[in-house]
């Protein structure tokens, strides 16, 4: 969906957009495919002129399943947020880089040709909501790091001393239950 800023009313423009994981895979690289499986993507808002900037403001809803950083068990993420932005006319010639820098600034950003693009926009600030690392449970053991299996449905008998950081010991002594 391509919002064409001249056109858009006084009173603003409603934005019902849905997207699927087809979509996802489309745009999102390899590592992002491998980590993340989008199902479905909502965003509903309204965008408005403010002089030649433009205020794009809704709630977007992702419903994707991830993976545990620890034992790689797949976990749900339900993510509703509130999105902000404002859109302003691309000046000068600089190019995409330098425009990406500029707007990882400032917060902003731009538009071109009297259009925004909305799907690249909504497919960021999807990114921006998903958690670089997600647990399973906050208590998960992960796997053995020399057979591989998921130590919250099997032990072994390896020992992992060696590799435990303080803050890992710390944590398994918090363990209560034996899962
Ligand atoms: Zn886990
Ligand atoms: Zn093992």
Request: aromatic share 6%.
């Amino acid at each position: 969906m391509q919002i064409i800023v001249s056109q858009i009313p006084p009173e603003g423009l409603k934005i019902h957009i849905v997207k699927d994981g087809d979509w996802f895979r489309r745009l999102a690289s390899g590592d992002l495919i491998d980590q993340y499986s989008v199902r479905k993507v909502e965003f509903k808002g309204i965008a408005e002129r403010v002089a030649k900037n433009v205020a794009i403001k809704g709630e977007i809803v992702v419903d994707a399943v991830t993976q545990c950083s620890r034992c790689l068990d797949s976990v749900p993420m339900n993510i509703e947020s509130e999105v902000m932005n404002i859109a302003a006319p691309a000046a000068g010639t600089s190019t995409w880089a330098e425009k990406e820098l500029e707007r990882e600034e400032l917060d902003l950003l731009y538009y071109e040709n009297d259009t925004i693009d909305m799907e690249p926009l909504i497919f960021e600030q999807m990114l921006l909501l998903f958690p670089i690392k997600t647990l399973c449970d906050e208590n998960c053991r992960g796997l053995c790091p020399v057979c591989g299996i998921n130590l919250n449905r099997e032990t072994c008998n390896h020992k992992v001393e060696d590799i435990k950081s303080p803050l890992e010991v710390l944590k398994n002594f918090k363990i209560t239950k034996n899962k």
